[in-house]
């Protein structure tokens, strides 16, 4: 199918279109391109939490959803696990599944599937998110780990990929949220 994606900033948006990619100008909630009722299914990967008003934000994505289109969204969970790496993003929030499905049934939306992910490695994240504030380490924590452990990584999200096709996890360091707009 067609593919179009929206970004605000301009340096990124022009490097996407180098790349080769239909991306138009725009934001969320109020600077969408895009015709009202016009898409088969929305996309927003670790996008909500960067935006200030977020259930303006799902009112304006549900308008872009013809009836019966899909949303999947992932978003970072628990505000607990808030660190200086959600400042140095620029994140205003993280979710629940509970808090993103009720911002989902808000926004119009009926949410078909929630559940966390990014679990197999959560205990581990946590426990650095916990040592790095308890040590007072400012920044962002995203630093790119040797070839060897990067792959080691790549194996554990595609097996935790595999493993969401059957089943909910209970907690993770994300959640994600299928939701379709009402026909």
Do not use: Q
């Amino acid at each position: 199918g067609d593919v179009v994606g929206i970004e605000a900033c301009p340096d990124l948006l022009e490097v996407a279109r180098r790349s080769g990619f239909t991306v138009l100008r725009g934001s969320l909630p109020d600077d969408l391109p895009i015709e009202a009722g016009s898409l088969d299914g929305v996309l927003l990967f670790d996008v909500l939490e960067h935006i200030s008003d977020d259930r303006a934000a799902l009112r304006a994505v549900a308008g872009l959803l013809k009836p019966g289109g899909t949303l999947v969204l992932t978003v970072p969970a628990y505000r607990w696990l808030w660190s200086a790496h959600d400042d140095a993003l620029g994140h205003h929030r993280r979710y629940t599944a509970r808090s993103l499905r009720r911002l989902a049934k808000g926004a119009g939306l009926r949410p078909s599937r929630t559940t966390y992910f990014n679990t197999i490695l959560a205990l581990a994240v946590m426990g650095v998110r916990l040592l790095r504030r308890w040590r007072g380490i400012r920044g962002h924590d995203l630093v790119r780990p040797p070839a060897s452990v990067n792959a080691l990584l790549a194996r554990i999200f595609t097996l935790e990929a595999s493993l969401l096709r059957w089943v909910n996890f209970p907690f993770g360091v994300s959640v994600l949220l299928i939701a379709r707009c009402p026909r």
